[in-house]
């Protein structure tokens, strides 16, 4: 158990809706990390924030926005969504800042969309 | 700006043999280099790590070393076994600017009884 929480782990859902999911990081930790993983793909780094603040963006379509909230929990939101957005989304922890060393993986939610 | 190339997978391999997977990298400064495995099913967990050039990381028989020279970290294990199966991710992060987590793409081992 790596101490993040990730929900909810399987998502079944159409073409055109929105989706949130959520992760609530490592006690202690304050730093999150988003990622994408699509079948047969690496993982695709979408955004990251500490303690509150967006402190970078990858590859995040306009569609998809985040945030973090001051409990340090955060939220992937997934708006107008295409059949190509069906992926694996890992949120990640760590302490952050010039400590930042080990990353801690949720077991991450599965999106299908149809 | 940074990046990190790992080998092309798969990997197939029978067991007791040899592992090496290619991990190379672009970064300004002084990155700390990572390698993630990631089980079927399951999220990425740390295998080892090196902190700064010519340490060696190593974690269940699975070895790398940080070379600064050759900008590698190339892990290696002398053999593998059925259960290292999964797939091998090297990461590098540069503790200054964003702490942005850069990860290689990937290599997938499979091991053959």
């Known amino acids: 158990d790596s101490g993040v929480t990730q929900t909810p782990k399987h998502l079944i859902t159409a073409t055109g809706q929105r989706v949130t999911l959520r992760c609530s990081p490592r006690?202690?930790?304050?730093?999150v990390y988003w990622y994408q993983q699509s079948l047969d793909q690496g993982l695709q780094f979408l955004i990251q924030?500490?303690?509150?603040?967006?402190?970078a963006k990858g590859n995040i379509l306009e569609r998809f926005s985040a945030q973090q909230f001051p409990d340090l929990h955060s939220e992937l939101n997934l708006s107008s969504l295409e059949l190509g957005d069906s992926a694996l989304y890992f949120c990640a922890s760590t302490v952050g800042g010039p400590r930042t060393g080990e990353l801690f993986f949720g077991e991450g939610s599965r999106l299908t969309v149809l | 700006g940074d990046s990190v190339t790992q080998m092309e997978g798969p990997v197939t391999l029978s067991e007791e043999a040899f592992l090496t997977i290619n991990c190379t990298y672009t970064a300004t400064g002084y990155p700390s280099l990572f390698w993630y495995v990631q089980y079927p099913g399951e999220g990425l967990q740390l295998l080892l790590k090196?902190?700064?050039?010519?340490d060696k990381g190593s974690n269940k028989g699975f070895e790398a070393t940080y070379r600064k020279e050759t900008t590698s970290f190339h892990l290696e294990k002398g053999s593998v076994q059925v259960s290292d199966s999964a797939v091998y991710f090297c990461?590098?992060?540069?503790?200054?600017?964003?702490?942005?987590?850069?990860f290689g793409t990937g290599t997938r081992l499979k091991v053959l009884a």
């Open positions: 006690s202690g930790d304050l730093s």
């Open positions: 090196a902190t700064k050039a010519d």
């Open positions: 990461a590098l992060i540069r503790l200054s600017g964003t702490y942005k987590y850069i």
């Open positions: 924030y500490y303690n509150g603040e967006e402190r």
